[in-house]
């Protein structure tokens, strides 16, 4: 158990090197994180363990079946779409369900490995590794604040924002506002000054992200903190956080290009119109999960069908949308069951202990980023996901 225990802490470490380290596979129609590499160890010696020391297996089964309904789904979805792509084409889509399973199975492995009084110590395992990410983000503002020299290897061309190693302001932001919700929820209960100063350093790296999306997602978690336990610290919070708009230009005018519709949005929009069309033209089964990336070549969707729309190409800019343009409304109603089965078993402790309202904050947060952002389904998400909701049914100890 100490072995899985020290895989488990590489796993959840693993996403401080982000999407620096990229292992590519049949060019950019897909590729394999350090994240992915060490949730594949961390599972299989996991079922390796379980088998040859015959111990039971702790599963949570309000989770279990609308993932095995879903599952279902997505791999009948793939299987259908056979008629339409080329035998490689359906085997690099097939990757991302099983991304998405063993990503998955990281919930099942905490859930089983961290020990009850041994959370808090696990919490702040992620909370070293988001520091060590916004450090790192401040040093590349600082030093490499200019990504456009990215823009040939598929990357966006991001400019004077923080991206640290997920090149990406959106995603990196998300991550954010996790830190910011666990250490602001920790601070709450514990009263610890080194949670403030962590807090502090999370709200002022997502202000430098001029992410809208993670602006209000940060506003989720702190309303949601400060409904449950203090409505005074989040109201201030808010206040000032809102206030430093007026302060900082760049951050009013990404605001202000949200209602003005700026390029941005435009784009934003145009993304979901995409899904919607897929969705509207295979509304039973779905394009296939997920062939998102040659259903949009086949669209015509792509200006330049060599990179197959860079990484981004294969997404939606919105999680829900891309589930159902691929496993159609069977696949997405099951998905939607999965996370209301998440939302009871997060929302259930969450006036109890810190964790529990910092994965709550956390959980409501990434629902509202994931509509403008397909970040439920980002590798270095995914992993702190699953791992808060395992902690959480740990602490319930669901049977």
Not at 349 to 370: D, I, M, W, Y
Request: hydrophobic share 55%; glycine share 6%; proline share 3%.
């Amino acid at each position: 158990m100490g072995q899985l225990e020290l895989l488990l802490i590489t796993a959840v470490i693993s996403i401080i090197p982000g999407q620096l380290v990229r292992i590519p596979l049949f060019g950019q129609e897909g590729s394999f994180t350090v994240s992915d590499i060490f949730a594949l160890i961390l599972a299989v010696s996991f079922l390796f363990y379980f088998f040859f020391e015959k111990v039971a297996i702790v599963m949570p089964k309000k989770i279990m079946l609308p993932t095995a309904v879903f599952s279902l789904f997505a791999v009948s979805s793939t299987v259908f779409a056979l008629n339409r792509f080329s035998p490689k084409e359906i085997f690099v889509s097939s990757l991302f369900l099983i991304r998405f399973l063993l990503y998955f199975s990281v919930m099942i492995i905490t859930l089983n490995v961290v020990k009850r009084k041994k959370m808090e110590k696990w919490v702040n395992i992620f909370l070293s590794a988001g520091t060590i990410l916004i450090f790192l983000g401040f040093l590349q503002l600082l030093f490499i604040p200019n990504l456009i020299f990215l823009a040939s290897y598929g990357w966006d061309p991001h400019q004077a924002r923080i991206v640290s190693t997920f090149l990406d302001p959106n995603f990196m932001g998300i991550v954010f506002v996790f830190l910011a919700s666990f250490s602001l929820a920790k601070y709450l209960y514990k009263r610890e000054f080194t949670q403030i100063l962590l807090f502090l350093s999370s709200a002022t790296a997502i202000l430098l992200t001029f992410s809208r999306s993670s602006y209000l997602a940060f506003l989720v978690a702190l309303l949601i903190i400060g409904v449950l336990k203090s409505f005074k610290v989040t109201s201030f919070t808010i206040l000032i956080f809102l206030l430093s708009f007026l302060i900082i230009p760049q951050a009013r005018e990404r605001v202000v290009g949200a209602i003005t519709f700026d390029e941005t949005a435009e784009a934003r929009v145009q993304s979901w119109q995409r899904a919607l069309t897929m969705f509207g033209d295979h509304f039973l089964t779905g394009v296939g999960f997920n062939t998102y990336r040659y259903s949009q070549a086949s669209y015509g969707f792509f200006e330049n069908d060599k990179d197959l729309g860079g990484h981004s190409g294969a997404g939606s800019d919105s999680s829900l949308l891309l589930v159902a343009a691929t496993t159609g409304v069977l696949g997405l109603g099951a998905f939607i069951w999965i996370l209301l089965s998440i939302w009871q078993i997060v929302s259930k402790s969450a006036k109890k202990n810190f964790f529990a309202l910092g994965a709550l904050a956390s959980f409501a947060a990434l629902l509202v980023h994931s509509q403008f952002v397909n970040s439920l389904f980002f590798p270095q998400i995914m992993i702190l996901f699953w791992f808060f909701v395992g902690i959480v049914a740990r602490e319930d100890n669901l049977r």
